[in-house]
Protein backbone atom coordinates (compact mmCIF):
# COMPACT_ATOMS: atom_id res chain seq x y z
CA UNK A 1 0.00 0.00 0.00
CA UNK A 2 1.87 2.91 -1.38
CA UNK A 3 2.43 6.10 1.16
CA UNK A 4 1.00 9.78 0.64
CA UNK A 5 2.35 10.64 -2.34
CA UNK A 6 3.29 14.79 -3.31
CA UNK A 7 4.96 16.20 -6.23
CA UNK A 8 6.95 17.35 -7.43
CA UNK A 9 9.49 17.21 -4.23
CA UNK A 10 11.22 20.33 -5.19
CA UNK A 11 9.50 23.27 -7.12
CA UNK A 12 11.32 26.82 -7.84
CA UNK A 13 9.27 29.69 -8.81
CA UNK A 14 9.81 33.30 -9.98
CA UNK A 15 7.67 36.14 -8.12
CA UNK A 16 4.66 36.82 -10.06
CA UNK A 17 4.79 33.15 -11.23
CA UNK A 18 2.12 30.11 -10.17
CA UNK A 19 2.38 27.58 -8.22
CA UNK A 20 0.90 24.00 -8.43
CA UNK A 21 1.20 21.40 -5.84
CA UNK A 22 -0.33 17.58 -6.08
CA UNK A 23 -1.09 14.69 -3.34
CA UNK A 24 -2.27 12.10 -3.30
CA UNK A 25 -3.69 10.33 -0.13
CA UNK A 26 -2.94 6.71 0.82
CA UNK A 27 -5.42 4.34 -1.31
CA UNK A 28 -8.92 4.56 0.88
CA UNK A 29 -8.31 8.13 2.71
CA UNK A 30 -11.07 10.50 1.62
CA UNK A 31 -9.57 13.30 3.67
CA UNK A 32 -6.61 15.55 2.88
CA UNK A 33 -4.66 17.50 5.00
CA UNK A 34 -2.68 20.48 3.88
CA UNK A 35 0.36 21.88 6.65
CA UNK A 36 2.69 24.15 6.03
CA UNK A 37 6.63 24.79 7.24
CA UNK A 38 8.16 27.67 7.07
CA UNK A 39 12.21 27.52 7.82
CA UNK A 40 13.40 26.66 11.13
CA UNK A 41 9.46 26.23 12.37
CA UNK A 42 6.99 23.38 13.10
CA UNK A 43 3.77 22.67 10.77
CA UNK A 44 1.27 25.07 10.27
CA UNK A 45 -2.48 23.88 9.17
CA UNK A 46 -3.63 25.15 6.11
CA UNK A 47 -6.80 23.43 4.97
CA UNK A 48 -8.80 20.42 5.23
CA UNK A 49 -10.42 18.68 2.79
CA UNK A 50 -12.82 15.76 1.71
CA UNK A 51 -13.30 14.49 -1.91
CA UNK A 52 -15.29 17.55 -3.50
CA UNK A 53 -15.32 19.70 -0.38
CA UNK A 54 -13.30 22.10 1.48
CA UNK A 55 -14.31 21.41 5.51
CA UNK A 56 -12.31 23.87 7.01
CA UNK A 57 -9.40 26.64 5.14
CA UNK A 58 -8.81 28.74 8.77
CA UNK A 59 -5.22 28.51 8.18
CA UNK A 60 -5.29 29.22 4.94
CA UNK A 61 -4.22 32.70 3.78
CA UNK A 62 -7.24 35.27 2.18
CA UNK A 63 -5.50 35.64 -1.18
CA UNK A 64 -3.65 33.89 -3.66
CA UNK A 65 -4.21 30.49 -2.09
CA UNK A 66 -6.64 27.76 -3.02
CA UNK A 67 -6.76 24.08 -2.61
CA UNK A 68 -9.16 21.57 -4.32
CA UNK A 69 -9.56 17.37 -3.93
CA UNK A 70 -11.56 16.71 -7.28
CA UNK A 71 -13.62 13.48 -7.39
CA UNK A 72 -11.14 11.59 -9.48
CA UNK A 73 -7.21 12.78 -9.42
CA UNK A 74 -5.19 14.24 -6.74
CA UNK A 75 -5.43 16.84 -4.19
CA UNK A 76 -3.91 20.22 -5.26
CA UNK A 77 -2.51 23.08 -3.39
CA UNK A 78 -2.43 26.37 -5.66
CA UNK A 79 -0.34 29.15 -4.94
CA UNK A 80 -1.11 32.47 -7.39
CA UNK A 81 1.65 35.32 -8.08
CA UNK A 82 4.13 33.76 -5.36
CA UNK A 83 5.58 35.94 -3.42
CA UNK A 84 9.30 35.08 -1.23
CA UNK A 85 7.88 34.56 1.52
CA UNK A 86 6.03 31.55 0.14
CA UNK A 87 9.06 29.99 0.06
CA UNK A 88 8.67 27.03 2.55
CA UNK A 89 8.24 23.32 2.63
CA UNK A 90 4.13 21.91 2.08
CA UNK A 91 3.39 18.95 3.53
CA UNK A 92 -0.22 16.71 2.42
CA UNK A 93 -1.35 14.77 5.14
CA UNK A 94 -4.35 12.13 4.84
CA UNK A 95 -6.70 10.19 6.94
CA UNK A 96 -9.54 7.20 6.57
CA UNK A 97 -13.16 8.53 7.16
CA UNK A 98 -13.59 10.04 10.29
CA UNK A 99 -13.63 8.18 13.23
CA UNK A 100 -11.83 4.88 12.32
CA UNK A 101 -8.74 5.90 13.30
CA UNK A 102 -6.73 9.12 15.18
CA UNK A 103 -3.74 9.24 13.04
CA UNK A 104 -2.38 11.57 9.98
CA UNK A 105 0.03 10.34 7.97
CA UNK A 106 2.13 12.67 6.43
CA UNK A 107 3.76 12.67 2.42
CA UNK A 108 7.34 13.84 1.74
CA UNK A 109 6.32 17.51 1.08
CA UNK A 110 6.97 19.85 -1.61
CA UNK A 111 9.51 22.46 -0.83
CA UNK A 112 8.54 25.29 -2.87
CA UNK A 113 11.43 27.91 -3.18
CA UNK A 114 10.75 31.83 -4.62
CA UNK A 115 13.43 33.30 -6.46
CA UNK B 1 -7.34 27.85 21.17
CA UNK B 2 -5.11 25.15 21.68
CA UNK B 3 -1.15 25.62 21.76
CA UNK B 4 1.69 23.59 21.85
CA UNK B 5 5.15 24.71 23.61
CA UNK B 6 8.58 23.11 22.69
CA UNK B 7 10.89 24.78 24.77
CA UNK B 8 14.52 23.34 23.95
CA UNK B 9 15.33 24.67 20.27
CA UNK B 10 19.00 22.02 20.32
CA UNK B 11 19.32 19.18 22.68
CA UNK B 12 22.54 17.18 22.72
CA UNK B 13 22.91 13.46 23.96
CA UNK B 14 25.55 10.53 23.56
CA UNK B 15 25.49 7.44 21.74
CA UNK B 16 24.02 4.89 24.12
CA UNK B 17 22.88 7.72 26.18
CA UNK B 18 18.68 8.81 27.33
CA UNK B 19 17.87 12.24 26.66
CA UNK B 20 14.18 13.76 27.07
CA UNK B 21 12.36 16.34 25.28
CA UNK B 22 10.00 17.95 27.12
CA UNK B 23 6.83 19.31 25.39
CA UNK B 24 3.61 21.38 27.19
CA UNK B 25 0.08 22.23 25.96
CA UNK B 26 -2.62 24.33 26.88
CA UNK B 27 -6.41 23.33 26.20
CA UNK B 28 -9.65 23.25 27.95
CA UNK B 29 -10.62 19.24 26.69
CA UNK B 30 -10.86 16.68 28.24
CA UNK B 31 -9.86 14.14 25.76
CA UNK B 32 -7.60 14.59 23.30
CA UNK B 33 -4.26 12.96 21.37
CA UNK B 34 -1.24 13.65 21.68
CA UNK B 35 2.11 13.03 18.99
CA UNK B 36 5.87 12.74 18.93
CA UNK B 37 6.49 13.21 15.19
CA UNK B 38 10.16 12.76 14.14
CA UNK B 39 11.68 14.87 10.93
CA UNK B 40 14.97 13.88 9.73
CA UNK B 41 16.81 15.46 7.18
CA UNK B 42 15.08 14.12 4.71
CA UNK B 43 12.43 16.02 6.21
CA UNK B 44 9.82 13.37 6.19
CA UNK B 45 7.26 13.38 8.91
CA UNK B 46 7.55 10.14 10.88
CA UNK B 47 5.46 8.83 13.93
CA UNK B 48 7.44 8.06 16.61
CA UNK B 49 4.74 7.08 19.26
CA UNK B 50 1.04 8.35 20.24
CA UNK B 51 -0.99 9.02 23.40
CA UNK B 52 -4.71 8.81 23.94
CA UNK B 53 -5.42 11.28 26.95
CA UNK B 54 -7.76 9.43 28.41
CA UNK B 55 -5.13 6.44 28.64
CA UNK B 56 -3.49 6.79 32.28
CA UNK B 57 -1.03 4.87 30.54
CA UNK B 58 2.09 6.15 29.55
CA UNK B 59 2.82 4.73 26.06
CA UNK B 60 5.94 3.45 24.90
CA UNK B 61 7.25 2.21 21.50
CA UNK B 62 10.64 0.11 21.37
CA UNK B 63 13.18 2.67 22.87
CA UNK B 64 10.84 5.66 23.00
CA UNK B 65 8.50 6.29 25.67
CA UNK B 66 6.26 9.47 26.93
CA UNK B 67 5.92 10.60 30.37
CA UNK B 68 2.30 11.95 30.19
CA UNK B 69 0.91 14.17 33.03
CA UNK B 70 -2.53 15.36 32.12
CA UNK B 71 -2.92 17.94 35.19
CA UNK B 72 0.24 19.21 34.39
CA UNK B 73 -0.32 19.23 30.55
CA UNK B 74 3.14 17.66 30.13
CA UNK B 75 4.20 15.16 27.51
CA UNK B 76 8.10 14.32 27.26
CA UNK B 77 9.85 11.95 24.96
CA UNK B 78 12.26 9.91 26.29
CA UNK B 79 14.51 8.37 23.99
CA UNK B 80 16.57 5.50 25.60
CA UNK B 81 19.96 3.40 23.79
CA UNK B 82 20.06 6.73 21.67
CA UNK B 83 21.53 5.99 18.16
CA UNK B 84 23.19 8.15 15.37
CA UNK B 85 20.09 6.85 13.37
CA UNK B 86 17.63 9.18 16.22
CA UNK B 87 19.70 12.42 15.14
CA UNK B 88 16.59 14.47 13.62
CA UNK B 89 14.03 17.10 14.69
CA UNK B 90 11.31 16.09 16.95
CA UNK B 91 8.04 17.96 16.71
CA UNK B 92 5.21 17.48 19.45
CA UNK B 93 1.35 18.00 18.49
CA UNK B 94 -1.96 17.94 19.39
CA UNK B 95 -4.72 16.85 17.89
CA UNK B 96 -8.45 17.38 19.52
CA UNK B 97 -11.14 14.41 19.03
CA UNK B 98 -13.82 16.96 17.80
CA UNK B 99 -13.61 19.74 14.98
CA UNK B 100 -11.79 19.09 11.92
CA UNK B 101 -9.06 17.17 13.65
CA UNK B 102 -6.16 19.31 12.63
CA UNK B 103 -2.89 18.74 14.27
CA UNK B 104 -1.02 21.79 15.88
CA UNK B 105 2.50 21.54 16.08
CA UNK B 106 5.29 22.60 18.73
CA UNK B 107 8.35 24.73 17.17
CA UNK B 108 10.42 21.53 17.42
CA UNK B 109 13.51 20.47 18.84
CA UNK B 110 16.85 19.51 17.20
CA UNK B 111 18.00 16.38 18.67
CA UNK B 112 22.41 15.74 17.53
CA UNK B 113 23.62 12.52 18.70
CA UNK B 114 27.09 12.42 19.07
CA UNK B 115 29.71 9.23 18.92
Known amino acids: NAGVMQNPRHLVRRRGQEARLRCSPM?????VYWYRQLPEEGLKFMVY????????ESGMPKERFSAEFPKEGPSILRIQQVVRGDSAAYFC?????????????FGPGTRLTVL | AQTVTQSQPEMSVQEAETVTLSCTYD???????LFWYKQPPSRQMILVIR??????QNATENRFSVNFQKAAKSFSLKISDSQLGDAAMYFC????????????FGTGTRLKVLA
Open chain 1, 49 to 56: LQKENIID
Open chain 2, 27 to 33: TSESDYY
Open chain 2, 93 to 104: AYRSTSGTYKYI
Open chain 2, 51 to 56: QEAYKQ
Open chain 1, 93 to 105: ASSPPRGSTDTQY
Open chain 1, 27 to 31: KGHSH
